[in-house]
Protein backbone atom coordinates (compact mmCIF):
# COMPACT_ATOMS: atom_id res chain seq x y z
CA UNK A 1 0.00 0.00 0.00
CA UNK A 2 1.05 3.71 -0.95
CA UNK A 3 2.47 5.67 2.03
CA UNK A 4 -0.61 8.13 0.70
CA UNK A 5 -3.17 5.71 1.04
CA UNK A 6 -2.09 4.46 4.30
CA UNK A 7 -2.86 8.25 5.33
CA UNK A 8 -5.99 8.09 3.79
CA UNK A 9 -7.51 4.84 5.43
CA UNK A 10 -6.43 5.83 8.99
CA UNK A 11 -8.31 9.39 8.13
CA UNK A 12 -11.52 7.84 7.62
CA UNK A 13 -11.41 5.84 10.78
CA UNK A 14 -10.75 9.49 12.64
CA UNK A 15 -13.24 10.76 10.64
CA UNK A 16 -15.68 7.64 11.71
CA UNK A 17 -14.84 8.77 15.39
CA UNK A 18 -15.48 12.56 14.60
CA UNK A 19 -19.09 11.52 13.60
CA UNK A 20 -20.07 9.73 16.48
CA UNK A 21 -19.49 12.55 18.79
CA UNK A 22 -21.71 14.37 16.61
CA UNK A 23 -24.07 11.34 18.22
CA UNK A 24 -23.02 12.67 21.72
CA UNK A 25 -23.66 16.06 20.78
CA UNK A 26 -19.58 17.01 20.58
CA UNK A 27 -17.63 18.55 18.66
CA UNK A 28 -17.01 16.49 15.61
CA UNK A 29 -12.89 15.85 15.60
CA UNK A 30 -12.04 12.01 15.66
CA UNK A 31 -8.70 10.84 16.63
CA UNK A 32 -6.65 7.57 15.83
CA UNK A 33 -3.06 6.57 17.13
CA UNK A 34 -0.81 3.89 15.05
CA UNK A 35 2.18 1.76 15.59
CA UNK A 36 3.33 -0.95 13.55
CA UNK A 37 0.22 -0.33 11.36
CA UNK A 38 -1.83 -1.27 13.92
CA UNK A 39 -4.47 1.00 15.86
CA UNK A 40 -3.92 1.35 19.36
CA UNK A 41 -6.40 3.55 20.35
CA UNK A 42 -9.31 5.22 18.82
CA UNK A 43 -11.55 8.22 20.18
CA UNK A 44 -13.32 11.61 19.58
CA UNK A 45 -13.89 14.64 21.83
CA UNK A 46 -15.47 13.87 24.72
CA UNK A 47 -15.18 17.45 26.50
CA UNK A 48 -19.39 17.69 27.07
CA UNK A 49 -19.51 14.09 28.17
CA UNK A 50 -16.64 13.94 31.04
CA UNK A 51 -17.28 17.94 31.36
CA UNK A 52 -13.20 18.09 31.28
CA UNK A 53 -11.81 20.95 28.68
CA UNK A 54 -9.12 18.68 28.15
CA UNK A 55 -10.92 15.54 26.44
CA UNK A 56 -10.35 16.44 22.89
CA UNK A 57 -9.72 13.64 20.54
CA UNK A 58 -6.44 13.78 20.96
CA UNK A 59 -5.78 13.53 24.42
CA UNK A 60 -8.18 10.64 24.72
CA UNK A 61 -6.28 8.72 22.41
CA UNK A 62 -2.97 9.20 24.05
CA UNK A 63 -4.49 8.46 27.22
CA UNK A 64 -5.57 5.08 26.00
CA UNK A 65 -2.91 4.24 24.08
CA UNK A 66 -0.52 4.87 27.27
CA UNK A 67 -2.37 2.99 28.96
CA UNK A 68 -2.68 0.00 26.25
CA UNK A 69 0.59 -0.61 25.81
CA UNK A 70 1.75 0.50 29.26
CA UNK A 71 4.28 3.25 28.51
CA UNK A 72 3.83 7.09 28.53
CA UNK A 73 5.98 7.47 25.70
CA UNK A 74 4.17 6.39 22.28
CA UNK A 75 7.91 6.33 20.51
CA UNK A 76 6.91 5.07 16.81
CA UNK A 77 3.38 6.31 16.55
CA UNK A 78 1.59 8.26 14.03
CA UNK A 79 -1.61 10.20 15.38
CA UNK A 80 -4.58 10.91 12.55
CA UNK A 81 -6.23 13.56 13.70
CA UNK A 82 -9.32 15.26 11.72
CA UNK A 83 -8.58 18.55 12.68
CA UNK A 84 -5.20 20.52 13.01
CA UNK A 85 -3.63 20.20 16.86
CA UNK A 86 -4.64 23.03 19.47
CA UNK A 87 -1.47 24.31 22.07
CA UNK A 88 -2.54 21.80 24.22
CA UNK A 89 -2.93 18.72 22.55
CA UNK A 90 0.50 19.77 20.49
CA UNK A 91 1.97 19.87 24.17
CA UNK A 92 0.39 16.19 24.51
CA UNK A 93 2.45 15.19 21.53
CA UNK A 94 5.45 16.57 22.58
CA UNK A 95 5.22 14.96 26.08
CA UNK A 96 4.34 11.54 24.79
CA UNK A 97 7.01 11.51 21.97
CA UNK A 98 4.71 10.72 19.24
CA UNK A 99 6.74 10.66 16.50
CA UNK A 100 4.26 12.13 13.74
CA UNK A 101 1.31 13.58 13.10
CA UNK A 102 -1.28 13.47 10.05
CA UNK A 103 -4.17 15.95 10.46
CA UNK A 104 -7.23 16.67 8.15
CA UNK A 105 -8.75 20.22 8.78
CA UNK A 106 -6.79 23.40 9.04
CA UNK A 107 -7.63 25.14 12.15
CA UNK A 108 -7.58 29.19 11.66
CA UNK A 109 -8.81 29.99 15.01
CA UNK A 110 -6.61 27.65 17.39
CA UNK A 111 -4.28 25.46 15.17
CA UNK A 112 -0.75 24.97 16.07
CA UNK A 113 0.56 22.80 13.18
CA UNK A 114 0.49 26.11 10.44
CA UNK A 115 -2.49 27.44 10.53
CA UNK A 116 -2.05 30.27 13.71
CA UNK A 117 1.16 29.65 14.79
CA UNK A 118 3.47 26.40 13.89
CA UNK A 119 5.26 24.87 17.09
CA UNK A 120 7.13 22.34 15.23
CA UNK A 121 9.86 25.29 14.43
CA UNK A 122 9.87 27.03 17.78
CA UNK A 123 13.39 25.59 19.50
CA UNK A 124 11.89 25.08 22.73
CA UNK A 125 10.87 21.66 22.40
CA UNK A 126 13.16 18.33 23.22
CA UNK A 127 10.92 16.63 20.71
CA UNK A 128 9.14 17.63 17.01
CA UNK A 129 7.12 15.42 15.48
CA UNK A 130 6.59 15.33 12.07
CA UNK A 131 3.44 17.47 10.87
CA UNK A 132 1.35 16.35 7.83
CA UNK A 133 -1.56 18.38 6.89
CA UNK A 134 -4.54 18.15 4.83
CA UNK A 135 -5.09 14.87 4.60
CA UNK A 136 -8.78 14.51 3.23
CA UNK A 137 -9.25 18.30 4.26
CA UNK A 138 -12.17 18.52 2.92
CA UNK A 139 -14.20 15.90 4.35
CA UNK A 140 -12.98 16.85 7.74
CA UNK A 141 -14.13 20.52 7.01
CA UNK A 142 -17.25 19.46 5.45
CA UNK A 143 -17.95 17.36 8.49
CA UNK A 144 -17.02 20.24 11.09
CA UNK A 145 -18.98 22.90 8.93
CA UNK A 146 -22.05 21.09 8.65
CA UNK A 147 -21.98 20.28 12.76
CA UNK A 148 -21.71 23.79 13.27
CA UNK A 149 -24.49 24.92 10.40
CA UNK A 150 -26.92 22.92 12.01
CA UNK A 151 -26.15 24.52 15.64
CA UNK A 152 -26.71 27.69 14.28
CA UNK A 153 -29.89 26.77 12.82
Same mark, same amino acid.
Given at each position: ????? @??? #??? %??? !?? &? ?12 ? /?? !????? @? ?5 ? #?? $? ?5 ? $? ?7 ? %?? /?????? *???? *???? !? ?14 ? &? ?6 ? =? ?16 ? %? $??? =? *? ?17 ? &? #? =? =?? @? @???
Amino acid at each position: MLHAE @KHI #NWM %RIA !LN &QANLSILKGEIPVG /AV !LVKND @KAIAVSH #NL $TLNNIDP $TSHAEINVI %RL /ASREIG *NHRL *NECT !LYVTLEPCAMCYGAIV &QSRIERVV =FGAYDSKTGMCGSCYELS %R $TKC =F *NHVPKIIGGVLEHECSVVL &Q #N =F =FK @K @KRD
